[in-house]
Nanobody, 126 residues
Framework: QVQLVESGGGLVQAGGSLRLSCATS????????MGWLRQTPGKEREFVAE???????????HYADSVKGRFTISRDNAKKTVYLQMNSLKPEDTAVYYC????????????????WGQGTQVTVSS
């Protein structure tokens, strides 16, 4: 069983920054794909960023086009924590952000994730 707990959401003005954190449990955390996805009311959950496992201490980052150059995903395996640094935030980034773990080691789609956090609200005002 893997548990995920997000933190760091909040209200920020457009152009500002936030850093989301996701603390996890799980014995083989270092081999999971760890991703961030988001959802707004009435829309499907969408992929934001992920780190795919590519071997011992080797990961490959992928980003949605809408956040490339503004968001950065990172992980600290010793702390079993994954982060999402969000810069130059826009009102359209407003959503509930979910942290997710994929046991297959890769995940750029919602269905590839096996475990989910409860979500954290990010609101960007214009």
């Amino acid at each position: 069983q893997v548990q995920l707990v997000e933190s760091g959401g909040g209200l920020v003005q457009a152009g500002g920054s936030l850093r989301l954190s996701c603390a996890t449990s799980g014995r083989t955390f270092s081999r999971y794909a760890m991703g961030w996805l988001r959802q707004t009311p009435g829309k499907e959950r969408e992929f934001v960023a992920e780190l795919s496992w590519r071997g011992v201490n080797t990961y490959e980052a992928h980003y949605a086009d809408s956040v490339k150059g503004r968001f950065t995903i990172s992980r600290d395996n010793a702390k079993k924590t994954v982060y999402l640094q969000m810069n130059s935030l826009k009102p359209e980034d407003t959503a509930v952000y979910y942290c997710a773990a994929g046991l297959s080691g890769t995940g750029t789609t919602v269905r590839e994730y096996d475990y989910w956090g409860q979500g954290t609200q990010v609101t960007v005002s214009s």
